[in-house]
Each structure stands twice: as structure tokens, then as C-alpha cells.
């Protein structure tokens, strides 16, 4: 195996890769679809891959990937009805879940990046990893944090 | 407790705090109710992020992954597949495959038509699943029509996905490892449905079109 696919198949850029794409589709079908998609960009590409450190690279990948996949949705969705959820039957769980869910859609991108991030990495990795400050970073986590439990309504018990 | 605190309180609950900081946030929170409380709040807040990200959904894609990946690494660069293709295209058979694929693409052609109704694929796509099933065949020795071994195989695989309901596959045929997933159903009409995808072997991937009608079933590789 080459040092660029040691690199790629390294079980911490799997997860971050899936943690991201779990972050950013919110649907299980889609992360995969995403993260396979990503690899095999990956792999067409990698003559066009510079440096030690693969992470960054490919995470640049899923982000545009990602981008790509949602213009296609926009433009596939034009001119249809957006079907209405049901409220019927649902479990206080499911409303707990569905609030976790649409808190952590209610962060910015970045914000959902680094918190998916943060699952298997330090702040000093994330913050390599998205060419942003450590002291940044820490500003964004907290402010992310702040505004999730807003949303949860962890402020108002 | 002001904005730095905040900061402070979430990089120390993340393990992200250096000795002093550790040791200023330990103080304030014994101190200051409102710090402690909005820690408390910050743990719970970590809590529900954690378990998002460890959901049984997380680890099926970890496990689906898992098995994508093996199938990208197997083998040396050079691609079996690849290798059985160039026998598949023989210039003898690639009029007869041009002649097939102006055929599926004239009934292609109207697909985005919304008058057509009911579809001649079995089952509703956007209900396939993603979990993986496996296909062993068994390669003979001293077989020669490896190409068409390997599609006839191919077309076996897809229709047990089909069955199944099933949006990826690993087919192994004797040593080599196939990843089969299923992208879109491009064609649904009375009596021919098509699907496109790709397959994945030696860390080359192939996109196919497959179709199959009432009497008839073909696999088209489109790179």
C-alpha cells in the first residue's frame, strides 16, 4: 500500500469523514453515500495531492462534494411540493431526537464542522485540519455550545 | 462570569484546558452558581452531541465503510476487472454493445416524460437499503471467457440485490472482490427498467447501466 493510501484508509480520517458527512446530511443513506463518494474522489485525484498531511485535503473534498450534492437537490426540487411532516404518534423521544436534530441544523456549517470534529479530535487537530486559529476555535465552540443548548432550552429549566 | 469563562468552561469540560485555566475554572465553579450551572447545562449540551454522533446509525455507516474501504484497498493497482473488460470489448462484440446501448438509449429517451406510470421494477428504489450483502462464486480453472463470467455473474449479483431490496453488494469471484452499489433507477416502464451504478475493483471503479425487460437482461459498462 502507497503512504498516500495508508493515509486515505487510516480508521481516524474514517471517522472524521463520517462524522462530518453524518453533520452535514443528517441521514444515514446520504453520509454513506457521501463518504464513498469522497473516497473514490479521492483516489481519482490523489496525483493532484501535495504535503504530510492528507486530512485537510480530503475533508476539502467532502465539503464540495456535499456542496455539489445539495445545488443538485435545489435544482432536482424546483417546481415540486415540499411534502409536510406528520405529527401524529410521536414518542417524546422522537420529539427529543427531532429537537437534537434541528438544534444542530440550526448551527452554521462550520460550526456542525467542528463539533462533528471534535468526536475523534483535539482542538489543535480541527483547527490544522480547517486552517482556522486554536483561539478561534475555542471561541466557536463555545458559541456553538451556547447556541445549541439556546435551542434545546436548556437555559429556560 | 463573562465571555472568557464560558470559553474557558467548555474547553475544560472538553479536556482542552491547560493546568492554569484547569485549575481558575475549578475555583469558579465552586464559587459562582451561574457557572455551574451553565457547566451543568454545557455537560448535557456534550451529552446529547455524543450520542448523535455514536448512534446506531453512525456505527452501520462505520460498518458499510468498513467494507468499501477493504474492497478500495484489495489487490495491487493494476485491476483484474479492468483487465477482464478488455477481453469483454473485443472490436467483435463492441458493434453489437454499441447496438445495445443506441437501443436502451432510445428508450431512454423518454424517461422525464410524466405521463408514464406504472414501472416494470419489481420494488419502490427509494426504499433499498444500505446494508451490504456478499455473493461468493466460485472461478473454475482453466476458464478462458473471464469477462463473461465476470458479468454473468454481475447481472446474478444485481438481480439478488434487486430481491433483496439492497443498494450495495461484494461480489467475490474466486480472488477478486467486487463492489456492486446501485446509484439511480434512470428507467422505469412497463415492460424495461434500467439502473446505473458502479462497481468497484482494485480501487478502479466502472460505471454500468443494467437493464432488463420482459425477455431480456443487459449489463452496459459506460467507462
Known sequence: ?157 | MNENDKILINAYLDGESSTEDSKYIEALLDSNKEANGYANAIKRANTEINTFFNSKDIKEIETNISLFTKNLMLGDSKSNFLKSLGKFFTPQSFVGYVFSASVVYFLMLPVNDSTIKAGFFPNDFTNFNNEINSYYFEKYRGAEDLGDSIKVNLMKSINSMIESKTRSSIMNYGDESYFIKFEDLSVDKESLFCLNGYILNNGISTKFLFCKSLTDETITYIN
Open chain 1, 1 to 157: 500500500m502507497s503512504n498516500f493510501e495508508s493515509m486515505l484508509f487510516s480508521d481516524s480520517l474514517k471517522m472524521k469523514m463520517i462524522n462530518l458527512a453524518m453533520s452535514k446530511t443528517f441521514n444515514k443513506f446520504d453520509a454513506e453515500d457521501l463518504v464513498q463518494q469522497t473516497y473514490l474522489k479521492a483516489l481519482e485525484r490523489q496525483n493532484q495531492f501535495k504535503g504530510n498531511n492528507i486530512d485537510p485535503w480530503v475533508i476539502t473534498i467532502l465539503k464540495n462534494l456535499f456542496i455539489d450534492s445539495i445545488r443538485k437537490k435545489k435544482e432536482d426540487l424546483l417546481g415540486e411540493d415540499t411534502p409536510e411532516l406528520s405529527s401524529e404518534d410521536e414518542s417524546s423521544a422522537v420529539l427529543l431526537e427531532r429537537d437534537k436534530d434541528k438544534c444542530l441544523k440550526g448551527l452554521s456549517e462550520k460550526e456542525r464542522e467542528i463539533i462533528a470534529l471534535k468526536q475523534t479530535n483535539s482542538y489543535v487537530e480541527i483547527a490544522e485540519d480547517l486552517n482556522i486559529k486554536t483561539g478561534t476555535l475555542r471561541q466557536m465552540f463555545s458559541r456553538a455550545k451556547e447556541k445549541f443548548m439556546q435551542c434545546m432550552g436548556f437555559f429556560d429549566e
